[in-house]
């Protein structure tokens, strides 16, 4: 279901490694919306994975950026707006927890690890957006959107010190989000996505069983990052032109769900 509703628009996305990526699948269906984008992930991360194979399906350039520093990401925003003028959409799709990675319990954190994490999921999203700012990059009616997760709300425990971090993500879309609607008329918003099984997802332990769950919970079942993807350019398109300091569940209903009947039976069959 192509409508081309993105034709003419450009943007930057962030964080595809592979085709399981949620940023991958965005990247596809932007393409297929007729929208332009700049790839970025960090170094190490293009190196690892397959992003120009994405670049070859879609026609796009491939410009390695490491989040967390304002110098790459001056270099980044310039090499966009050099390319396509000013810039339509941005996707946020960043989270790496080295606690997470390494096993360390949330009650047993290694607060060097911490700051990284902290730094490459959340506070790159600050300095991605005062960096547009200050280059005054983005067209009127643009949109950024970022990744999160209901651990910001709620507690999950093996979600660990990313749900701190998806916590402040929000933060500074909301903050942030108030000064570009003011000043640039930039919408800010953030998708709290389902959990899906991408590679960064596979990091956390007990995934599979929480898919399962969050799956039964669901009354429409979990979203896909393919659908995901089609939300995001949505957020992207001129449909949600008045929709900013959001955050937009998209988890089949299950933020607002306390139980399901088929999780009761699974309970009272092994009682």
């Not at 970025?40 to 490491?66: C, Y």
């Not at 946020?92 to 990284?116: F, P, Q």
């Amino acid at each position: 279901m192509e409508n081309n509703i993105l034709k003419g628009k450009k943007g930057i996305i962030f964080g595809a490694l592979d085709n399981s990526s949620i940023a991958w699948k965005t990247a596809e269906s932007v393409y297929n919306e007729g929208g332009e984008f700049v790839l970025t992930n960090a170094p190490v991360s293009i190196r690892m994975g397959s992003i120009n194979e994405l670049a070859e399906k879609t026609k796009s350039d491939v410009v390695p950026a490491d989040a967390t520093s304002l110098e790459d990401l001056e270099n980044l925003i310039n090499v966009a707006t050099e390319k396509f003028g000013k810039l339509d959409f941005i996707l946020h799709s960043i989270g790496m927890s080295v606690n997470v990675r390494k096993g360390r319990e949330y009650t047993d954190l290694n607060y060097d690890w911490l700051t990284k994490g902290w730094d490459v999921s959340a506070v790159s999203f600050h300095k991605l957006m005062q960096s547009l700012f200050k280059l005054d990059a983005m067209n009127q009616w643009g949109s950024i959107v970022a990744l999160t997760y209901i651990a910001a709300q709620r507690a999950f425990p093996n979600y660990n010190d990313m749900a701190d971090n998806k916590a402040y993500l929000e933060s500074i879309a909301r903050s942030f989000g108030y000064f570009f609607g003011k000043d640039k008329k930039v919408r800010v918003n953030t998708i709290s996505q389902s959990p899906t099984l991408t590679t960064a997802g596979k990091g956390v332990a007990g995934l599979d069983g929480f898919l399962n769950y969050a799956d039964k919970m669901s009354p429409l079942g979990n979203a896909t990052a393919k659908e995901c993807a089609d939300y995001t350019v949505s957020l992207f398109s001129d449909y949600t032109r008045k929709v900013t300091l959001q955050n937009l569940f998209h988890d089949g209903g299950f933020s607002n769900v306390g139980v399901s009947q088929e999780v009761i039976d699974a309970i009272s069959s092994k009682s």
